[in-house]
Nanobody, 126 residues
Framework: QVQLEESGGGLVQAGGSLRLSCAASGRTISSYTMGWFRQAPGKEREFVARITRYSLTIDYAESVKGRFTISRDNAKNTVYLQMNSLKPEDTAAYYC???????????????????WGQGTQVTVSS
């Protein structure tokens, strides 16, 4: 069992930056590909970024590519999402997730992720 807790969300003006953290407990995250997803009101949860166990493979949604950076520190059992050049359309609840190692689902689908945090709200004002 893995418990995940996000932090670092808040209100920021367009063009600003935020750094989200996802602290894990219960088990080491080095066993898992980790992902960030987001969900805006009235919309489905969408993939933002993922990072494999030892950071060998990183992928981003097209909408955040070049602005967001995912990273991890397995020694600290923490995953990060650095968000720069934020836009109002980035406003959403952001969730950290640990992928089920046995899942055959595409890595950008939320159903392939087994453990989820409670989310942290990011609001970008124009």
């Amino acid at each position: 069992q893995v418990q995940l807790e996000e932090s670092g969300g808040g209100l920021v003006q367009a063009g600003g930056s935020l750094r989200l953290s996802c602290a894990a407990s219960g088990r080491t995250i080095s066993s898992y590909t980790m992902g960030w997803f987001r969900q805006a009101p009235g919309k489905e949860r969408e993939f933002v970024a993922r990072i494999t166990r030892y950071s060998l493979t990183i992928d981003y949604a097209e909408s955040v590519k070049g602005r967001f950076t995912i990273s991890r520190d397995n020694a600290k059992n923490t995953v990060y999402l650095q968000m720069n050049s934020l836009k109002p359309e980035d406003t959403a609840a952001y969730y950290c997730a640990a992928r089920d190692p046995t899942s055959g689902s595409p890595w950008l689908q939320s159903r392939g992720y087994k453990y989820w945090g409670q989310g942290t709200q990011v609001t970008v004002s124009s």
